[in-house]
């Protein structure tokens, strides 16, 4: 039985026929309606999807706790005890203030969504390695499944739309915490490529990763493409197979490109850019997911932490964990004989804030700028916040009651706040959302269904966005 031919409807009223016609026919499949054919008909009758307001996704993780007071959610009305010494500071848009660490970035307010009601509803990922889990994953660290990354899922479900890069990139991906990126119950082809750098200013630095072996380059690596396509063939390409050889083929994609050594390399931008993001490393990786998002790399998230060098002595684990003396001008310390926090500076240095106001500020500009901001989703996220409260080693702790993210890009509204913390920046007051609630929202940007399940190679329906519900002020 051929499909008799027809036209798309233009009206709505008529579009709902072949619907019901193709409702009608469903069970007479036996009597000789083919499967391409079925497929026709229940494409032509589903609604159609409007375009996705995201086309990729840039995760700026700080990692270590960065401390909302101090940045994000100012409390001028703190007890004069544990209030911050940085001062609120107007930005470009009346009515938000941030601190005067974030001169550079109040100047971009009119671009961001600050979320000042998250926190974990959930005990139990209080520490760095859960903590960072979880922001990566939008699934508590605690759940009976491990759960991949945000990005794991993206690569799983839309792919990316450049072909010589994976589809989900960690810049540089070795922070303390890197070990917390999982791939859960999803293949290895979804795992993230992490680029690996300690410095990414340095004009030296490479990606050793992608770099094919002295041994293996030229007419060797021709030869072995060869062999590889005369084993394919004689494969049926359906299953298992077809997927491999599509993962060798971006691998031999990847390593013969020249356009992958132009994406990392960071010496052919000019100095103006340069100096728009900042020297150092924070500027250079910042730059770095610039550079990924604009060759179509789906899904990137830097990572930073300041590199061990002699411009910082006693600074050998920059990241955001104040424990001690958070307000001090230079080094927390080297011995480990107070809170923990020690091979960090105070939170005001420029290895700190100082790299972080300036790089975050840039690549707002220059996604903007580059029109690329309309269809990049940007978060700044940190795995928890910090306590209001001093501790005894001037220092705050871990806190998951109240902390800030910010969102910018692809349809994102600028230049509001969502949600609320008391006085002291203790407890969320009103509009809590967790980091389930930020996965449902990177999720629908995408155009991904996140209330349809993944299945596991078991056939287990897995719910990857816990029926969490997207955050509503940013979409």
């Not at 119950?185 to 795992?191: E, H, K, Y």
Request: hydrophobic share 35%; glycine share 10%.
């Amino acid at each position: 039985m051929s499909l008799l031919p027809f036209q798309r409807p233009d009206s709505s009223k008529d579009f709902a026929f072949p619907r019901r016609r193709a409702l009608q026919i469903g069970a007479t499949g036996v009597l000789g309606w083919s499967l391409p054919q079925w497929l026709t008909l229940q494409a032509l009758g589903a609604p159609s999807k409007s375009r996705p307001a995201a086309r990729n996704v840039l995760v700026i993780l700080e990692q270590g706790g960065l401390s909302h007071m101090d940045t994000w959610d100012p409390k001028p009305l703190a007890p004069v005890d544990h209030r911050s010494p940085h001062r609120p500071i107007d930005t470009c848009v009346p009515g938000i203030q941030f601190t005067d660490l974030l001169t550079k970035t109040s100047q971009v307010a009119d671009k961001l969504t600050v979320i000042r009601s998250m926190w974990h509803d959930k005990p139990g990922a209080n520490g760095h390695p859960d903590g960072t889990q979880y922001v990566l994953s939008g699934s508590h660290p605690n759940n009976p499944l491990e759960m991949p990354d945000i990005g794991c899922i993206v690569s799983k479900l839309i792919g990316s739309e450049c072909r010589e890069l994976p589809p989900y990139v960690m810049v540089p991906g070795n922070d303390e915490q890197h070990a917390s990126a999982r791939t859960g119950f999803l293949p290895a082809a979804a795992r993230v490529f992490k680029t690996g750098g300690s410095d990414l200013s340095d004009p030296r630095w490479k990606v050793a990763d992608l770099l094919p072996l002295p041994a293996n380059q030229g007419p060797r690596l021709d030869h072995r493409r060869q062999m590889l396509a005369a084993l394919n063939s004689r494969f049926s390409a359906g299953n298992e197979a077809a997927a491999v050889e599509r993962f060798y083929a971006q691998a031999f994609d990847t390593l013969t490109s020249p356009r992958v050594d132009q994406v990392f390399n960071l010496t052919t931008e000019t100095p103006a850019t340069r100096e728009l993001y900042g020297r150092g490393h924070r500027g250079a990786s910042y730059l770095m997911g610039r550079r990924l998002i604009e060759a179509g790399v789906r899904f990137v998230t830097v990572d930073v932490r300041w590199p061990f060098t002699p411009d910082v002595p006693g600074g050998f684990n920059l990241n955001w964990d104040h424990h001690d003396l958070i307000y001090t001008s230079g080094s927390c310390g080297t011995i480990r004989n107070k809170a923990g926090g020690e091979g960090r500076y105070g939170i005001g240095h420029w290895v700190m804030m100082g790299s972080t106001d300036h790089a975050f500020a840039g690549l707002i500009i220059d996604l903007d700028q580059r029109g690329l901001l309309a269809e990049t989703l940007v978060c700044f996220v940190t795995e928890f916040g910090r306590t209001p409260r001093l501790n005894g080693f001037q220092g705050r702790d871990h806190w998951t009651n109240a902390y800030s993210i910010v969102m910018a890009g692809a349809g994102v509204p600028g230049g509001q706040v969502i949600g609320r913390s008391d006085d002291e920046g203790g407890h969320v007051l009103d509009s809590p959302y967790t980091p389930e609630n930020y996965a449902a929202t990177i999720y629908e940007k995408l155009g991904i269904d996140h209330r349809q399940p993944l299945y596991t190679n078991t056939n287990r329906p897995v719910y990857f966005a816990h029926h969490a519900e997207p955050i509503p002020g940013v979409l």
